[in-house]
């Protein structure tokens, strides 16, 4: 496609030229209309909720769900379903290579370089050379941020820090562009910053992960997103412990960590997200000797299997 015909009763030439060099603000609408145009729709659940496949939300939902509960177990069992009936089209390939490089890396199938390595093969199937655009800013689908956290996230497992801030801060530009929807981009935007917080934190920048992570909680509270609380809260508990130990902060802070861990684990309960509360549980009562006290009956948190906790404190910080 010529860019005359990409731009046809759209935009001109020189103003779609100004928006892929990073001169031009798109706006939402046009933006719209040349994602269609190219057959990129940037609605969220397009890749696997087109004409028949409609029936596939509800298992996208409990895969992504398990995903954000750490229950890769779970979640594997939803991804063989969803395979089995998705349809063929690039996004839907998308969506799936993305979901199997995490999936399969938490579940020990593969390792940190072959998860790179499918993470960056799934955003080619869209965009080719996205190398190019991170120095910019470029108005991503969601589909393709989510792909992108991902392979920062995996650049964090490596180390390879740099890397992944650079990823995160592309994004973070890219939502600020004002195409998509503001509750589309502030979601998105609050777990950017949760995931560049694990990036600081790891780095012994301790104070800028915090600082990122309030933010985290204030967005998220605006948003009713309540599992993002949860995690934040156990971030800050664990940074803030870092920098008591390292002698950032002083002592009587420790009462400060142990109220934030505790919000972390009453939300994460009452959420229903067991494999998290269990483990911030036994991360606090082995860091304070004493027990999280907690008025309702979760007995799903006493029975959370050994394996499922397996790598649940790199993803939550703890």
């Given at each position: 496609m010529t860019q005359e015909m990409l731009c046809e009763n759209i935009c001109s030439v020189e103003t779609l030229s100004r928006i892929e060099n990073g001169k031009h603000k798109v706006k939402r609408d046009t933006y719209r209309r040349l994602m269609e145009r190219m057959e990129r729709i940037p609605e969220k659940n397009y890749a696997i909720c087109t004409g028949k496949y409609m029936e596939l939300l509800?298992?996208?939902i409990d895969f992504e769900d398990a995903v954000s509960k750490f229950d890769y177990e779970k979640a594997e069992i939803c991804l063989q379903g969803l395979k089995q009936k998705i349809g063929e089209g690039i996004l839907n390939k998308q969506y799936i290579a993305k979901a199997e490089a995490l999936v399969h890396h938490r579940n020990k199938q593969i390792d940190e370089d072959q998860m790179i390595s499918r993470l960056q093969e799934a955003i080619r199937m869209t965009l080719p050379g996205y190398e190019q655009y991170l120095d910019g800013e470029y108005p991503y689908t969601e589909q393709e941020v989510l792909t992108l956290m991902n392979l920062a996230g995996a650049y964090r497992v490596k180390k390879r820090y740099e890397n992944g801030i650079r990823i995160y801060r592309a994004l973070l530009n890219s939502l600020h562009l004002g195409y998509m929807t503001q509750h589309d981009s502030i979601i998105l935007e609050i777990k950017v910053m949760r995931n560049m917080a694990l990036i600081f934190g790891e780095m012994e920048q301790?104070?800028?992960?915090i600082?990122?992570?309030k933010k985290v909680i204030q967005l998220s509270k605006e948003m009713?997103?309540?599992q993002m609380i949860s995690t934040a809260f156990s971030q800050i508990a664990w940074n803030m412990m870092h920098q008591i130990e390292n002698g950032e902060r002083d002592m009587s802070?420790?009462?400060r960590v142990k109220a934030y861990t505790r919000q972390a684990y009453y939300?994460?309960?009452a959420r229903d997200d067991y494999i998290h509360a269990a483990k911030i549980r036994e991360?606090?009562?082995n860091k304070f000797e004493e027990a999280i006290e907690l008025n309702v009956c979760i007995n799903k948190v006493e029975v959370v299997s050994k394996r499922n906790n397996a790598g649940i404190a790199r993803q939550s910080g703890i």
């Open positions: 509800e298992e996208k301790y104070q800028e992960a600082v990122l992570l009713d997103y309540g802070d420790i009462v939300i994460a309960a991360y606090y009562e």
